[in-house]
């Protein structure tokens, strides 16, 4: 269990979770007050889960500026996930990766674009290491296997824009 996680804190926050974040560790989010929790699944990849415990997206007030570094905070051991914007069309997720984690390879239908918000990521595109710094990014084509690892920690910004399958 997460060294800051108390079990008052704990007993609450797993009473809000849905039924499909069984087996998930609930850590508030910080920042967000006890209505947002994240999910962190074997120290792995973390979700938010909103008011009544569905997991579901982290919606930005519509038509106000923010820091958009600072909407999302590292976890220690562990992937951060929020997805701003979900629509049939495409969505926008902005993630954060502790120094050591990744996400196993992946491939998407669609073509995406990886933004490096902050910090240094790696970001493998059929088995070639591109390395990219804050302000950098990259078009990972659709159809092509890709990995994200974490030699330091970073956030990033994900595209997807779903035009058909190509």
Do not use: C, W
Not at 85 to 98: A, E, L, P, Q, W
Not at 111 to 139: R, Y
Not at 158 to 166: A, P
Request: glycine share 10%; no cysteine; proline share 4%.
């Amino acid at each position: 269990m997460h060294p800051s996680i108390n079990n008052s804190m704990k007993k609450t926050n797993t009473r809000l979770l849905s039924k499909k974040s069984k087996g998930l560790i609930a850590l508030p989010v910080s920042g967000d007050d006890l209505r947002n929790i994240g999910l962190v699944e074997k120290g792995r990849v973390a979700r938010i889960v909103r008011e009544r415990g569905s997991i579901g997206n982290y919606e930005l007030e519509k038509s106000k500026g923010v820091i958009i570094v600072e909407i999302i905070e590292y976890v220690p051991n562990a992937v951060l996930i929020k997805t701003i914007i979900k629509k049939t069309t495409g969505n926008i997720t902005v993630m954060s990766f502790d120094t050591g984690e990744g996400l196993t390879e992946k491939t998407s239908p669609f073509d995406t674009f990886a933004q490096i918000i902050d910090g240094k990521a790696e970001i493998v595109i059929d088995g070639i290491s591109n390395l990219l710094e804050t302000g950098e990014g990259i078009i990972l084509p659709a159809h092509r296997p890709n990995i994200f690892r974490a030699n330091e920690r970073f956030k990033m910004i994900l595209t997807v824009i779903k035009s058909g399958y190509e």
